[in-house]
């Protein structure tokens, strides 16, 4: 089964992951947090993304919250059983839970380990 061999943060705001097939894959933290498959999170990404066709039709800029604005980090992650891990961001925001398989296939950036 696919499974990470390690993880590391790397300074430009990305999750590596090493994969058991030898294959690394870096992953920026915005694309974690935006991709949360939370209830929470996909109710607010529905609700964006119609914000945001609003804001564009009348030509102002969607206003960021705080934490929004602020840099994005990942304060930790916890291993859920044998398949997914637990992800703590640094807006607070801790109730996603990320499959392995999830992961896997959230970035393109993908090259030999
Ligand atoms: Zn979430």
Redesign the pocket.
Known sequence: MLHPVSLAKTNDRKLEIRWNDDLSQLIPYRIL?DS???????E?ADGKSQQGAAAKSIGILPILSAAEARPLDIVSMQPVGNYAYHIKFSDG?S??IFTFEFLRSLSDEKFPG
Do not use: D, L, V
């Open positions: 947090r949360c498959p939370c209830a929470t999170c996909r607010k925001h109730t996603g």
